[in-house]
Nanobody
Framework: QVQLVESGGGMVQTGGSLRLSCAAS???????MGWFRQAPGKEREFVAA????????YYADSVKGRFTISRDNAKNTVYLQMNSLKPDDTAVYYC??????????????WGQGTQVTVSS
């Protein structure tokens, strides 16, 4: 299994940018990785995913063109560059290992997440 620690969240104004990081340990390179988010009162939702090698990426329609997922396998780290942020992007962001269904996490446990708040 993979242990994950998210960081990089904060408070920004509409149109601003943030870069989230997810430091992984364990069998990190065995997995595709994804970012998910959960806003207050809402279900956790898929944001983006990246294949094990990093050559394939997938995005939710709501973030396509604004967010970019990447990974550095030498550093066991996954990133989420978020540009043109909107108030609707306000949520706690989590990373997770994903499988063939890249929009669903492989394991039931989550890290502590990192809070992103976008003010209007």
């Amino acid at each position: 299994q993979v242990q994950l620690v998210e960081s990089g969240g904060g408070m920004v104004q509409t149109g601003g940018s943030l870069r989230l990081s997810c430091a992984a340990s364990g069998y990190y390179n065995d997995y595709a990785m994804g970012w998910f988010r959960q806003a207050p009162g809402k279900e956790r939702e898929f944001v983006a995913a990246i294949s094990r090698s990093g050559d394939l990426t997938y995005y939710a329609d709501s973030v396509k063109g604004r967010f970019t997922i990447s990974r550095d396998n030498a550093k066991n780290t996954v990133y989420l560059q978020m540009n043109s942020l909107k108030p609707d992007d306000t949520a706690v962001y989590y990373c997770a290992a994903v499988g063939a269904d890249y929009a669903k996490p492989l394991f039931s446990s989550w890290g502590q997440g990192t809070q992103v708040t976008v003010s209007s």
